[in-house]
Nanobody, 130 residues
Framework: QVQLVESGGGLVQAGGSLRLSCVAS????????VGWFRQAPGKEREFVGA????????YYADSVKGRFTISSDNAKNTNYLQMNSLKPEDTAVYYC???????????????????????WGQGTQVTVSS
């Protein structure tokens, strides 16, 4: 069992930055692939980015590429989503999710599917004002 808790959301002006954290507990000492998703009101949950099991590779949605960065601190069981140059269209609830499958998979297609992931956090609200 893995519990994920996101934090770091809030209200920011367009052009600003936020860093979201995703802390894992319950089954620490193991690697996971971690995905970040977001869901805006009235819209489906969409893929934001992911970091692979080894931490070697990251993948991003085109809408955030070059602005968002995912990183991991395994010693702290924490994954980060650094969001720069935020836009009003980035407003959403952001979720992290953990995939317990061992090993890296080639290509973004595996990581952008919500059903790839075994555990999800409760989400943190990000609001970007214009």
């Amino acid at each position: 069992q893995v519990q994920l808790v996101e934090s770091g959301g809030g209200l920011v002006q367009a052009g600003g930055s936020l860093r979201l954290s995703c802390v894992a507990s319950g089954r620490t000492g193991s690697n996971y692939a971690v995905g970040w998703f977001r869901q805006a009101p009235g819209k489906e949950r969409e893929f934001v980015g992911a970091i692979t099991w080894s931490g070697t590779n990251t993948y991003y949605a085109d809408s955030v590429k070059g602005r968002f960065t995912i990183s991991s601190d395994n010693a702290k069981n924490t994954n980060y989503l650094q969001m720069n140059s935020l836009k009003p269209e980035d407003t959403a609830v952001y979720y992290c999710a953990a995939d317990l499958a061992v090993g890296d998979y080639d290509g973004i297609s595996y990581y952008l599917r919500p059903f790839t992931y075994d555990y999800w956090g409760q989400g943190t609200q990000v609001t970007v004002s214009s």
